[in-house]
């Protein structure tokens, strides 16, 4: 039945085909929910336990006591919070442009996925650009370390760079396991002549086809997660021509610790918030919907998610930030572009 025009029909239907390319966005770029993973809350707004970064790694007595007690854990948590903000996108499903797709269910079903693929995009670059101007910024994570010779040049030494960094965080107690870099700073990895002669005498395929692939820089690194960044957006003014940016720069990389659990007390960077009540339900991560516009002759495709990407730190009474667990968990390298 069509949705009178004050009211929304959720199309789950559409939002299995959103999954689908939501699991394929890293592919494509966009990195941001691997750097601060999503974890689904059944509320919009709260507050969760944090261990303050000086307590990370307390030695606790855990002796005995002689009447058959054991000391209890009073772990020294501190208050974390978080503020899920409403945000989505519409398109108009015009009837006359649906004809062109064919009237039959089919037809419909896929003219609706495509103009909703397209705004679930506008909505994962708009999350990833948040998120890159979080991840890539020197007040959140202060005095980078310098690469001393750019990424891009013959004699450099980026592996001599980020074990800097992973040895910077060790001193900080937390052991790095993702290195994140543009899709640039990616390419001139791969040409890397440091890099290659090591790749080519642990790969000799490598060798034969000339290619660095991220799954050699996992090994060449020894970290895990290698995220490449290469989400443009459009820097111009509406109205104007299209000068096309990269969301990640190609200035700094950043090596740090990424969530692994559903653990919120677990020291990561962040963590993307995402509120179920009144958004994206089951595996979706993002909600769809449709509503009439009769006097355009259109429907309109709405999709949307609530969500806070947020940086963990603890806070004090007045919500500002007390302990900084992220910069324990990330630091910038500088200096790696010519």
């Not at 854990?73 to 945000?87: K, P």
């Not at 269910?105 to 679930?120: D, H």
């Not at 595996?283 to 495709?301: M, N, Q, T, W």
Request: charged fraction near 25%; proline fraction near 5%; include cysteine.
């Amino acid at each position: 039945m069509r949705p009178t025009i004050d009211t929304a029909r959720p199309r789950p239907d559409i939002g299995v085909a959103l999954s689908e390319t939501m699991a394929a966005a890293p592919a494509m770029g966009f990195i941001g929910l691997q750097l601060l993973p999503v974890f689904r809350t059944p509320v919009s707004e709260g507050t969760f336990e944090v261990v303050p970064v000086e307590a990370l790694h307390n030695l606790r007595d855990d002796r005995r006591k002689g009447g058959g007690h054991y000391n209890r854990d009073e772990a020294e948590t501190e208050r974390g919070m978080f503020l899920t903000r409403d945000r989505g996108l519409e398109a108009r499903k015009d009837r006359r442009t649906l004809k062109t797709y064919g009237s039959d269910t089919n037809g419909v079903l896929l003219y609706e996925r495509v103009i909703a693929q397209r705004k679930l995009f506008d909505v994962l670059r708009a999350a990833e650009k948040r998120i890159a101007d979080k991840i890539i910024n020197t007040t959140n994570f202060p005095t980078p370390l310098a690469a001393g010779t750019a990424w891009d040049a013959a004699n450099s030494d980026p592996r001599k760079n980020v074990n800097a960094a992973k040895k910077f965080l060790k001193g900080k107690g937390v052991i790095a396991d993702t290195l994140a870099i543009s899709w640039n700073t990616f390419m001139n990895l791969s040409e890397n002549a440091a890099i290659q002669t090591v790749v080519y005498q642990l790969f000799p395929e490598a060798a034969k086809s000339g290619q660095v692939t991220i799954d050699h820089l996992r090994v060449y690194f020894d970290l895990p997660k290698i995220l490449v960044g290469g989400a443009m957006y459009n820097s111009a003014n509406p109205g104007l021509n299209a000068t096309l940016a990269e969301i990640w720069p190609d200035t700094h990389a950043w090596v740090g610790k990424t969530s692994a659990s559903a653990d919120l007390s677990e020291p990561c960077v962040g963590r993307t918030f995402l509120w179920t009540g009144d958004g994206a339900g089951g595996d979706g991560l993002v909600a769809v919907e449709d509503y009439p516009d009769e006097p355009a002759r259109s429907d309109i495709v709405r999709v949307r998610w609530d969500v806070d990407e947020r940086l963990l730190a603890t806070v004090d009474d007045a919500n500002a930030e007390k302990s900084k667990i992220y910069q324990a968990c990330g630091k910038l390298i500088s200096g790696i572009k010519t």
